[in-house]
């Protein structure tokens, strides 16, 4: 079973602060990674991709992968409370010539005023 | 607007009856899937199309369930005789199917069985 965990959370920072969200997928195959954030009632809008080891900044955002470790982060810098949100955390796996997005559960941020 | 569309947003059935919901991808994308998220979850893989051929159902995808793609644009998601377990958001996504690229998804249809 191909799985994507994350810490559900909520996980709680000042505004102004550094979130810093984790997650770790257990098929070694999967070829691209993705963030998404999904506030309450709505659907997933993305956020990032990587499918490069090291760093890949876009904004506030920076999203990490270390394929050696099977590790995905997102960080976001001067969390704002519009930031509150969930982030979801996905990967994309090619078995017997399908792309199939798997999903973490989500950890979910709040971002204090 | 010329994202994906789901329709509809929202749909209250008894629990018993049968409910379609359509998505329609952006357009010339080629890849099509059906999710399911209920609360406090990530979206669950249903079901994948590339173009009209429908090449994988999770195990997920009851034979209560089915999906169509007739002519490789438009998707239905048929759900029959509905339990309330079935009670959550079904999202469509499409992709251009070129690259590792992202999901785009629809806004979602949001079922409640009751």
């Known amino acids: 079973q191909k799985e994507v965990e994350q810490n559900s959370g909520p996980l709680s920072v000042p505004e102004g602060a550094i979130a810093s969200l984790n997650c770790t997928y257990s098929d070694r195959g999967s070829q691209s990674f993705f963030w998404y954030r999904q506030y309450s009632g709505k659907s997933p809008e993305l956020i990032m991709f990587i499918y490069s080891n090291g760093d890949k900044e876009d904004g506030r955002f920076t999203a990490q992968l270390n394929k050696a470790s099977q590790y995905v982060s997102l960080l976001i810098r001067d969390s704002q409370p519009s930031d509150s949100a969930t982030y979801l955390c996905?990967?994309?796996?090619?078995?017997?010539?399908?792309?199939?997005?798997?999903f973490g559960t989500g950890t979910r941020l709040k971002v204090l005023a | 607007d010329t994202g994906v569309s789901q329709d509809p947003r929202h749909k209250i059935t008894k629990r018993g009856q049968n409910v379609t919901f359509r998505c329609d991808p952006i357009s010339e994308h080629n890849r099509l899937y059906w999710y399911r998220q209920t609360l406090g979850q990530g979206p669950e893989f249903l079901t994948y199309?590339?173009?009209?051929?429908?090449?994988?159902k999770s195990r997920l995808l009851s034979d209560r369930f089915s999906a169509e793609r007739p002519k490789g644009s438009f998707s239905t998601l048929e759900i029959q005789r509905t339990e309330q377990g079935d009670s959550a958001m079904y999202l469509c996504?499409?992709?251009?199917?070129?690259?590792?690229?992202?999901?785009?998804f629809g806004q979602g249809t949001r079922l409640t069985v009751v």
């Open positions: 996504a499409s992709n251009p199917g070129t690259g590792n690229t992202e999901a785009f």
């Open positions: 996905a990967a994309l796996s090619l078995t017997s010539g399908t792309y199939k997005y798997i």
């Open positions: 199309f590339q173009n009209e051929a429908q090449l994988e």
